[in-house]
């Protein structure tokens, strides 16, 4: 069956789809990651060794195959071919204490860690294969080896996605073929002349969610190794990128860049965005300063429903995250579990038939993610709060979590930081609640600029009301950030209250 074919059909696997594009496109690129490259022919050839050593080891399908290391050719390559023989990807992100990385391969049960030679070392009984050492190459199975054919459904795990928690052990997500075969499904029908631009780590779904369809659809991945503004632009302009996803941060880097006009940017078609709060000022200077469509995706690592916004289509909606694809069920729910009526605010959750299966080995964690309406359709609680407009637009507040109750008040750190960012000599924001004896909670500012935080925080607290000031403010050199871009608040929070 042809590439055409299959994603016109109800469901296929990625290694097919990839064995496809080698018959049909065996020459054109693949993979790109500075001077090197990997033809569809090379991956699909580099696939079936990795597929055939694992079998030979006898690492049998539905197993986990972990992978600790910075992007590579060598990742990528692992990475699929562990999916061609049945395996599980298992990504975890080099960032983690070696005591959480331990605790990740012992959850997944992998008996083989792939890693390089930056990689945290962890005391592990899986095997260690070095990627960028001769360890690789002597593992790997001969060029003209062909691994047994392993035929995968919907339901079989694709890979375990690990939260990125920031104490404890994060929550392996467990993803099946199933809720992959749906993000390749809805790519753009240009993703089959992508030039796509990778700039966020290999280990991370908002990367996968781009990665993977670009393959799945015979585009060409440009890897980069780490993204600096600079050189992303550089390499977007050099290689005539079409495609990118890119965290919001990213976003705000490469449009401050003071050359950011000089660049011709005309290739592009396709910019998205998700993982993060995606200011409605930085959309629009998007929007008007770089060129192809600029789409904003909501949803969860672990599925439910997803909402899209097309920024160009709807310029007054900026301050959304748009509305429920078709398919996609988004209700909103009160802390009873009731939903409630329209208008009103309540937690978000969601379902479609891209859902993680569960938390590997979490059914309790599991359970309480899950919400089933009156007729017992499963639903994931998102950890939103938000509500609808009149034109059915999703409008979030803040993260659960980060709801700060001062004195019998709701206040959403998202409503303040809106406000502080606009203040004179602001670069950057956060706003978290900090444990207060006189109110239960308290906001407290951090900030990056050059501006002075004890007029910074006079001027803000005059334009906010009294409930809502903020009882602190400092600055810092950066806000500390996970590798998709992600403020990590209870960080904040912690050092705060260390001193």
Known sequence: MTAEAMLASDFATLPELIRAHAAERGQKAALVFGDQWLSYAQLDKGMDRVAAALQRDGIARGTAVAILAATSLEYAVVFLGAIRAGCVAAPIQPSATPEQIAAMVSDCGAPILFHDKAAPAVETAARKIALDGPGLSEWLAPEDARPA?????????????????????????????????????????????????????LYSNTTLVSFLPTLAHGGTAVLMAKFDAASYIRLAAKHRATHTMLVPVQYQRIMALPDFDEFDLSSFVFKSCTSAPFSAALKADIVKRWPGALVEYYGLTEGGGTCVLVCQMHPDKLHTVGKPVEGHD??????????????????????????????????????????????????????????????????????????????????????????????PGMKD?????????????????????????????????????????????EQVGELPRNAIGKVLKRELRDRYLAK
């Open 149 to 201: 054919l392993v035929i995968l459904g919907p339901n079989d795990p694709f890979n375990i996605i690990y939260s990125s928690g920031t104490t404890g052990t994060p929550k392996g997500i467990v993803q099946p073929h199933a809720m992959r075969w749906q993000h390749i499904v809805r790519a753009p029908a240009t993703f089959s002349e992508a030039v796509t631009m990778i700039s966020t780590p």
């Open 429 to 473: 924001c956060a706003v978290v609640g900090v444990p207060s004896e006189q109110w239960g909670e308290t906001p407290v500012g951090f900030y990056t600029g050059d501006g002075d935080a004890a007029a910074i925080l006079e001027s803000f607290n005059a334009q906010v009301g009294k409930t809502q000031r903020l009882s602190a403010l």
């Open 330 to 423: 988004i209700r909103l729910i009160n802390e009873e579990g009731k939903e409630v009526p329209p208008g009103e605010m309540g937690e978000v959750v969601g379902r479609s038939k891209a859902m993680m299966t569960g938390y590997h080995g979490r059914a309790d964690t599991t359970s309480a993610t899950e919400w089933f309406d009156a007729e017992g359709n499963r639903f994931l609680r998102h950890g939103d709060i938000g509500r609808f407009d009149e034109d059915g637009f999703l409008i979030l507040m803040d993260r659960k979590k980060d709801l700060i109750i001062s004195g019998g008040f709701n206040i959403y750190p998202s409503d303040l930081e809106a406000i502080l960012i606009q203040q």
